[in-house]
Nanobody, 117 residues
Framework: VQLQASGGGLVQAGGSLRLSCAAS????????MGWLRQAPGEEREFVAA????????DFADSVKGRFTISTDNAKNTVYLQMNSLKPEDSAVYYC???????????WGQGTLVTVSS
């Protein structure tokens, strides 16, 4: 049972990145899939989540209107589209799966996002 995150990189402020999280099994489709991030010296914080069963979503206030989250059932993959990036979005981003909107049991490795000013 694995989650594989990818897509991080260096981007200028105002730019975009798309993160991907590939799930190893279809059983993940019963879970809420989330993205969380952790900046150096900061606590991990919630970014966005999607319920695979009905595509309902939840976003942190700090990213509403800039980030979207979606799923691709054929690829067992969850995407985080990040637009209008700001330097404060710089962090290691983690994908996770769980039974609740903010309760996660499975974690992927992080992918680093750096936004330059």
């Amino acid at each position: 049972v694995q989650l594989q995150a990818s897509g991080g990189g260096l981007v200028q402020a105002g730019g975009s990145l798309r993160l991907s999280c590939a799930a190893s099994e279809r059983s993940f489709r019963t879970y809420v899939m989330g993205w969380l991030r952790q900046a150096p010296g900061e606590e991990r914080e919630f970014v966005a989540a999607i319920k695979w069963t009905d595509s309902s979503t939840d976003f942190a206030d700090s990213v509403k209107g800039r980030f979207t989250i979606s799923t691709d059932n054929a690829k067992n993959t969850v995407y985080l589209q990040m637009n209008s990036l700001k330097p404060e979005d710089s962090a290691v981003y983690y994908c996770a799966a769980g039974l609740g909107w903010r309760s996660y049991h499975y974690w992927g490795q992080g992918t680093l996002v750096t936004v330059s000013s």
